[in-house]
């Protein structure tokens, strides 16, 4: 099937695009065919964040976005930030500046959008992955879904179903963080070594939605701490959102270039929750979903060249999460805006083949690169601490505001920042109440993952002997604690030697296992379409 424009991924920045395409052929009466793929089973089922949300570029791609009944309605109210030690909390002056920041779900907008790119004339296929990327002379040319109806052993079923080319005058990868088609390209084209950019770094977010008593809801309450749970060597924090109908977001971020092989994200979660200032506020609700995904911390520092022969890259495909601001889908959007519209100018032109280099230009020149800029130091200066980062980042926040000349750089890779296992001491974390805290099989059941059994495993071995040899040596078997969805588990075979398990059917597509692992022997791949997560409040 053959489009103008290809866009793999239905979050905030290919659905920007897609409309804003469609927005300028009305516009100027031109007639551009855009189609956009999306691996979830719905849009915005695979779409997870925290979130606060920053209106600015749905905005500009609808001024009048209230009136359109757009699902944004619950404005901040309270800004608050903590630092928390094991059973106290201590108020801290607040460097978010939300104050006309909207407190949403994410996935609900992104629903919303798609129904708006519906709309507009963009066809939308989810339920498909892809896992391909079509290459014509080296230039990407389109992509391609993976078969459906693939038996474990590798045989047809008699479900089988032919997966789809879908070629295109330019791709647009919209896939989100650590984008399996898009790191492909990166690596390709060199985009990293192409802008001198440092490698990414990432963090892990586990997150609720629960509903709370009538009595304990404020609409609009935003609360962010640090510290406790995590020691002072990890970054990291939590955030509790108050959404609308008595529902709030609560969540737990930890950066992966964590150390301690017997640090567990999911169980730091579950020990934050019991904190004597955060249980009263949830005592009495009950969490309506559970879910976990990856995001990018490099910021400023690993942002790649965003261009290549036949596309681009945008959102977070690319990585353009403000950490400090703890936001990420405002400039997600206003990168896909960037790009529609050089496309559709090159497009115009009737040139072949198209070319997308000046949407690097004009991101470079954009607020999106001023604001990056601005906050490049703060991340990278947690290195050396919890207190020395509070510091720095304070400095710069409210004194230098990021216009030091100087840009910190990050420290070594997530897999490498992992210590072996001799130089800590296993983490005793106390069993779950069935109250606040929960077993990580019945926060799975909440997340409504679901994947075709009877299917290859996505998650593949470059080498099936490291886990055993490697990983559970040297460091404990770290992937069966990284791990947010149980998806990694060792368990005895017929001579009671502990041996890998893979449960892909379990997996959330977090992409952890392919940031973390230290010998980076796992490798995630797209499984089949419509698999995965059922997020709906997200």
């Not at 800004?79 to 201590?90: E, M, Q, R, T, V």
């Amino acid at each position: 099937m053959d489009y103008d424009v290809v866009i793999v991924g239905a979050g905030p920045a290919g659905l920007a695009a897609a409309i804003r395409l469609k927005q300028l052929c009305d516009r100027e009466k031109r007639e551009l065919s855009v189609c956009v793929v999306e691996k979830g089973a719905e849009v915005g089922s695979h779409i997870l964040s925290g979130n606060v949300f920053e209106p600015r570029s749905l905005s500009e791609l609808f001024p009048d976005w209230k009136k359109q009944g757009a699902p944004v309605e619950i404005p901040v109210s309270e800004d608050k930030f903590w630092l928390l030690s094991s059973k106290h909390a201590i108020p801290l002056p607040s460097p978010f500046r939300n104050h006309g920041n909207y407190v949403i779900s994410l996935s609900q907008l992104v629903r919303w959008l798609g129904t708006k790119a519906e709309e507009l004339g963009v066809e939308i296929y989810p339920g498909f992955s892809a896992s391909e990327v079509l290459y014509d002379d080296n230039r990407v040319v389109g992509i391609a879904t993976n078969d459906m109806g693939i038996a474990k052993n590798g045989s047809k079923k008699s479900t089988f179903q032919k997966g789809m080319e879908l070629r295109g005058r330019l791709t647009l990868l919209a896939e989100g963080c650590r984008g399996y088609l898009s790191e492909e390209v990166i690596r390709k084209y060199q985009l990293r070594k192409q802008s001198g950019a440092q490698h990414q770094t990432y963090a892990l977010g586990i997150k609720e939605v629960w509903e709370v008593e009538e009595s304990k809801h404020r609409p609009g309450f935003v609360l962010h701490t640090v510290g406790w749970p995590l020691n002072t060597k990890t970054y990291g924090g939590s955030f509790l959102y108050h959404m609308a109908n008595r529902q709030v977001a609560v969540g737990l971020v930890v950066a992966l270039d964590y150390q301690n092989p017997y640090l567990s994200p999911y169980e730091e979660y579950q020990r934050f929750k019991q904190h004597p200032s955060i249980r009263p506020m949830l005592e009495g609700g009950k969490v309506v979903q559970y879910g976990a995904r990856t995001l990018n911390e490099g910021g400023f520092q690993s942002i790649p060249k965003t261009v290549f022969p036949g596309g681009a890259l945008i959102g977070c495909s690319a990585g353009f999460v403000n950490v400090p601001k703890i936001k990420g889908a405002h400039t997600a959007m206003k990168s896909g805006l960037l790009a529609a519209e050089t496309a559709f100018e090159q497009l115009a032109k009737g040139s072949e083949p198209a070319k997308l280099d000046s949407y690097w230009e004009r991101l470079q020149n954009s607020w999106i690169w001023d604001e990056l800029n601005a906050a490049r130091n703060i991340r990278p200066a947690f290195h050396y601490g919890l207190l020395p980062g509070l510091a720095v980042s304070a400095f710069e926040h409210y004194i230098s505001k990021g216009k030091l000349p100087y840009t910190l750089k990050h420290g070594r890779p997530d897999h490498l920042s992992t210590e072996v296992s001799k130089k800590h001491k296993p983490i005793d974390y106390p069993k779950p109440d069935g109250v606040i805290s929960f077993d990580l099989l019945t926060s799975l059941y909440r997340s409504n993952t679901n994947h075709e059994h009877d299917q290859p495993s996505h998650l593949l071995l470059r080498d099936p002997s490291i886990p055993e040899k490697v990983n559970l040596i040297d460091y404990a078997g770290l992937e069966s604690r990284y791990c947010p969805a149980r998806v990694y588990e060792y368990i005895p075979d017929e001579n009671e030697k502990l041996t890998l398990q893979i449960n892909a059917q379990n997996c959330l597509h977090c992409k952890a296992c392919d940031i973390k692992d230290p010998p980076q022997n796992i490798k995630w791949t797209t499984p089949e379409g419509a698999g995965g997560p059922g997020y709906s409040i997200m």
